[in-house]
């Protein structure tokens, strides 16, 4: 999952960074309004972590021109503030959750995977393909029952695959939701490494990896 964190407060933005590419998500920061917009002007996020008081402006603000853009990119509200007025005009405005802080990352998490389910349409959590079964919120992947060992990479790839199964992702795609902006030392071909890595670990299943040269990769299962 690619995501971009708005948030100025450095120890807050440092926590849910540090969880969330624990998982082997990639994260962007952004600590204001015009360093948010100079990262969406260039990527598409799966989704947004936005705090409502940023020291250019409003978070509020920011999602209102998000949403007047028909950008539908899923978004958290992050707040301090007690008032229901406030809670309530970020998500007449669009937000599709907010969190009153302090939060527990865990909860953090929870709401983001609950964020990106809807997206992609998945009513639950686990998935099912073939005989393979895909739990995201476990973080955890088996084979006919058999647990499968994943590096974190590992499982951001099947993560992404598995979202788009049947469709042929580009490999720019896939890198894209896999690494962040910080990731300088990693190049695209890092993908193919990955790839090759998870087909060798998807061999005693049904479901497969097929590449499809000039295109990209697609996740297939056997009936």
Do not use: W
């Not at 999952?1 to 407060?9: G, S």
């Not at 099947?158 to 939701?177: C, D, H, Q, S, Y």
């Amino acid at each position: 999952m690619r995501i971009l964190l708005v948030e100025d407060i450095a120890d807050v933005a440092d926590a849910i960074v540090e969880h969330f590419r624990r998982r082997g998500d990639a994260v962007d920061r952004a600590a204001t309004c015009a360093e948010a917009d100079d990262a969406l002007a260039v990527q598409a996020y799966d989704l947004m972590i936005l705090d409502i008081n940023l020291p250019d402006g409003s978070g509020v603000e920011l999602l209102r021109g998000l949403r007047e853009a028909r950008d539908t990119t899923p978004v958290l509200m992050l707040t301090a503030r007690l008032a229901v007025e406030d809670r309530v005009e970020a998500l007449d405005l669009g937000a599709d959750d907010y969190l009153m802080k302090p939060f527990d990352l865990r909860e953090l998490e929870a709401r983001a995977r609950a964020l990106a389910r809807r997206r992609t349409g998945e009513a639950a959590g686990v998935i099912d393909y073939g005989d393979l079964r895909f739990d995201p919120g476990g973080r955890t992947a088996a084979i006919a029952g058999r647990p499968l060992t994943l590096t974190k990479r590992e499982f951001t790839l099947l993560a992404t695959l598995i979202a788009n199964r049947g469709r042929v992702m580009p490999k720019e795609a896939i890198f894209e939701k896999m690494f962040a902006f910080d990731a300088e030392e990693v190049g695209i071909n890092a993908v193919e490494l990955y790839v090759g890595r998870l087909r060798r670990k998807l061999e005693p299943s049904r479901v497969g990896i097929r590449t499809l040269r000039g295109l990209g990769y697609q996740l297939i299962a056997d009936d």
